[in-house]
Nanobody, 125 residues
Framework: QVQLVESGGGLVQSGGSLRLSCAAS????????MAWFRQAPGKEREFVAS????????YYADSVKGRFTIFRDAAENTVLLQMNNLNSEDTAVYYC??????????????????WGQGTQVTVST
């Protein structure tokens, strides 16, 4: 069993930056994939970025490439999402998730076994 707690959300102006943190408790096995998703009002939850625990392989949604960076701190069982050059389309609740049996690439939402409660990110224009 894995528990995930996100933090770091808030209100930021367009062009600004935020860093989200996801603290995981429980056992994180080396084959796990950890990811960030987001859900904007009235929209479906969507993939943002992921990282494999074993070899640090990273994947990004096209909409955030070059602006967001995901990285893990294995010693702290933490996954962070550095978000730069934010715009209004980044406004959403951001969720941390774990896929305990991932394929080589990020799977659909249904593939993820554990979820955090979410943290709100609001970008003002």
């Amino acid at each position: 069993q894995v528990q995930l707690v996100e933090s770091g959300g808030g209100l930021v102006q367009s062009g600004g930056s935020l860093r989200l943190s996801c603290a995981a408790s429980g056992t994180i096995y080396s084959n796990y994939m950890m990811a960030w998703f987001r859900q904007a009002p009235g929209k479906e939850r969507e993939f943002v970025a992921s990282v494999t625990w074993r070899n640090n392989k990273k994947y990004y949604a096209d909409s955030v490439k070059g602006r967001f960076t995901i990285f893990r701190d294995a010693a702290e069982n933490t996954v962070l999402l550095q978000m730069n050059n934010l715009n209004s389309e980044d406004t959403a609740v951001y969720y941390c998730a774990v896929d305990a049996d991932p394929d080589s690439r990020p799977g659909p939402i249904s593939a993820y076994d554990y979820w955090g409660q979410g943290t709100q990110v609001t970008v003002s224009t």
